[in-house]
């Protein structure tokens, strides 16, 4: 079980009063998901992964010695950075966002073809973080027609995935994360909460083929949606998104994207790649939640 806020603030205080002056100007390699960002406080929430010899993973705020610092950080961004604990003090230093880059083949083509329609002005740009989204139709896996609009008042999770799919590294853990996320809140799907799992193979993955892959993942139909439609309605959200698919020998040649949208409709978080856990997505989820 992840901490929460306040009791990751207390218990970075306590570890800091226990290192005490022995601490001094100790130094700890950090990675993890930015879950907000607060210049004015010239401050970062982030998600992290275990600190080696400091503390386990959770999500808490860390400080920077100037705003500036704080540049470009955007929730869903992965970091790396220094915390520098000193006798009474701790703060992040060189921080830097890591950018996904896959060795695998899947996404690196779907980069680099995306890229060569972007050059030829064939693609529009996605959707600014800290924008709204705009709207959007899709049916899923019951018939049912979705629209973004429809799910206003509540924080909307986006993914993508094509069913034929058979790379666990790839559409399986994006699946299987929102699977973790539906778990971790049972209580807020359909009511707070909607998962949206949209399938940029439409052709094949119909509404009965999507209602037998969301049975495998024993999606709660309140809150989790596997969504299809025509061609150029796939096409147009999956461009809202950045998110590239192209057929490639019978299969596709795919990007990762996940996206969280606030209450307001807007952007919160675009996150490229799968280089993050279910409990990171799950953090940046809950601050949603409580904006």
Not at 86 to 108: C, H, K, L, Q
Not at 196 to 216: G, I, K
Not at 236 to 259: K, N, W
Request: positive net charge.
């Amino acid at each position: 079980m992840r901490g929460s806020w306040a009791g990751a603030v207390a218990v970075a205080t306590a570890l800091l009063a226990g290192e005490g002056a022995a601490a001094a100007d100790k130094q700890y390699p950090v990675t993890g998901m930015v879950v907000s960002v607060d210049p004015a406080g010239k401050r970062f929430t982030v998600s992290h992964e275990r600190i080696a010899g400091f503390m386990e993973a959770m999500t808490m705020p860390f400080e920077v010695r100037q705003p500036g610092e704080l540049r470009g950080l955007v929730p869903g961004a992965i970091v790396e950075f220094t915390l520098v604990v000193g006798a009474d003090t701790a703060y992040a230093a060189g921080i830097t966002v890591r950018r996904y880059e896959s060795v695998e083949r899947d996404p690196r083509t779907a980069r680099r073809l995306a890229v060569m329609k972007r050059l030829a002005g064939l693609t529009a740009p996605p959707a600014a973080v800290g924008t709204r989204v705009p709207d959007f139709t899709l049916v899923d896996q019951a018939r049912r027609r979705v629209s973004l609009s429809s799910l206003a008042g509540k924080v909307v999770a986006v993914n993508f995935v094509y069913t034929r799919c058979a790379l666990p590294q790839f559409c399986l853990r994006m699946s299987n994360t929102f699977a973790a996320v539906q778990k971790r809140f049972a209580a807020d799907i359909g009511r707070d909460l909607v998962l949206l799992t949209v399938s940029f193979d439409p052709e094949r993955d119909t509404p009965e083929v999507l209602a037998a892959y969301a049975a495998q993942w024993q999606a709660n139909p309140a809150g989790w949606h596997f969504l299809t439609g025509g061609a150029a309605d796939i096409r147009r959200v999956c461009a809202l998104f950045g998110q590239d698919a192209f057929p490639d020998e019978g299969l596709m040649s795919h990007s990762l994207h996940t996206a969280v949208i606030d209450r307001a409709g807007t952007l919160v978080a675009n996150i490229e790649g799968n280089r993050f856990t279910p409990e990171q997505l799950g953090d940046l989820v809950a601050a949603t939640l409580r904006r």
